[in-house]
């Protein structure tokens, strides 16, 4: 079955730090593009960051570039993004999506995140 | 990051043809295309179709994607309750290196 569950969210003051994971099972990572997108609550879709499958390409939204890093463990079939400097306009729904084939093909159930003093 | 463009909302009725759009650009749509992803609320989003008209295994063939220079349609056939939903697109844009959303578009079935 694959699955691709979410943790590590939280509620976090601003310019603090938070250290998302996103374990698979059901898929090996060397076959995927991992991304991270982001819902913020009754927005729309926004995409964070994405990484080979062998963590060799990475890429940002501008929104978070310098702030934000995405990682993979092959070994653990672990996906992360660390996040520093929060801001309140992070606050959202963070998921975890595989891209295989095409597109986003996999995704978590999400972990939230809220920034607030 | 500038994104994709699409109507906020459409409503049809029943069991009628509900056709939406998205607009991009060269650097994104009119270069690789785009990907549709259907979202029920309170869930997270389901792929639809990726590269204007490959549909992932499961996904009806009511649904279907084409695309016209920097513009993408999805287009879905017999409307039926379980069809409304935010749309959204997607694609890479190789100007950016990076993925752009549309705002996505919110589909009544009346």
């Known amino acids: 079955q694959v699955q691709l569950v979410e943790s590590g969210g939280g509620v976090a003051q601003p310019g603090r730090s938070l250290r998302l994971s996103c374990a698979a099972s059901?898929?090996?990572?060397?076959?995927?593009?991992m991304h991270w997108v982001r819902q913020a609550p009754g927005k729309g879709l926004e995409w964070v960051s994405c990484?080979?499958?062998?963590?060799?390409?990475?890429y940002y939204a501008d929104s978070v570039k310098g702030r934000f890093t995405i990682s993979i463990d092959d070994s653990k079939n672990t996906l992360y993004l660390q996040v520093n400097s929060l801001r309140p306009e992070d606050t959202a729904v963070y998921h975890c999506?595989?891209?295989?084939?095409?597109?986003?093909?996999?995704w978590g159930q999400g972990t939230v995140v809220i920034v607030s003093s | 990051q500038a994104g994709l463009t699409q109507p906020p909302s459409v409503s049809k009725g029943l069991r009628q043809t509900a056709t939406l759009t998205c607009t991009g650009n060269s650097n994104n749509v009119g270069d690789l295309g785009a990907a549709w992803l259907q979202q029920h609320q309170g869930h997270p989003p389901k792929l639809l179709s990726y590269?204007?008209?490959n549909r992932p295994s499961g996904i009806s063939e009511r649904l279907s994607a084409s695309r016209s220079g920097n513009t993408v349609s999805l287009t879905i056939t017999g409307l039926q309750p379980e069809d409304e939903a935010d749309y959204y697109c997607s694609a890479w844009d190789s100007s950016l290196s990076a993925w752009v959303f549309g705002g996505g578009t919110k589909l009544t079935v009346l």
């Open positions: 990484i080979s499958h062998d963590g060799s390409g990475k």
């Open positions: 059901g898929i090996r990572f060397r076959n995927y593009v």
């Open positions: 590269r204007n008209n």
């Open positions: 999506v595989g891209e295989g084939g095409g597109a986003f093909d996999i």
